[in-house]
């Protein structure tokens, strides 16, 4: 008799790269971190949010938070990416 070696989340990956929607179970992964990732302060100002062609759309309320995210436009991208274990957004767009 042999068994599957394969954890739990491997298995998981594998499904949902199998039916292609890995991609969007990650793009829906960083929405629900987004205060995780960028700080309260921040995801309370952020009105919309969501990720279309590699590039993370953002709508802010605050003139001063979206200062903020242009100065933190590359270190958001790599706190999504790491996040996410692969290159899910390449820009942020501020709305």
Not at 63 to 80: G, T
């Amino acid at each position: 008799m042999r068994y599957n070696d394969k954890t739990m989340k491997e298995a998981i990956e594998q499904m949902l790269n199998v039916y292609k929607i890995k991609r969007k179970f990650d793009e829906t992964g960083i929405i629900a971190a987004w205060p995780e990732l960028v700080g309260k302060m921040v995801a309370n100002r952020t009105k919309q949010i969501y990720i279309y062609d590699k590039k993370l759309f953002l709508r802010i309320e605050s003139s001063v938070v979206k200062n903020e995210i242009v100065q933190m436009r590359a270190q958001i991208i790599e706190k999504v990416n790491e996040k996410a274990g692969n290159v899910l957004i390449e820009d942020v767009i501020l709305l």
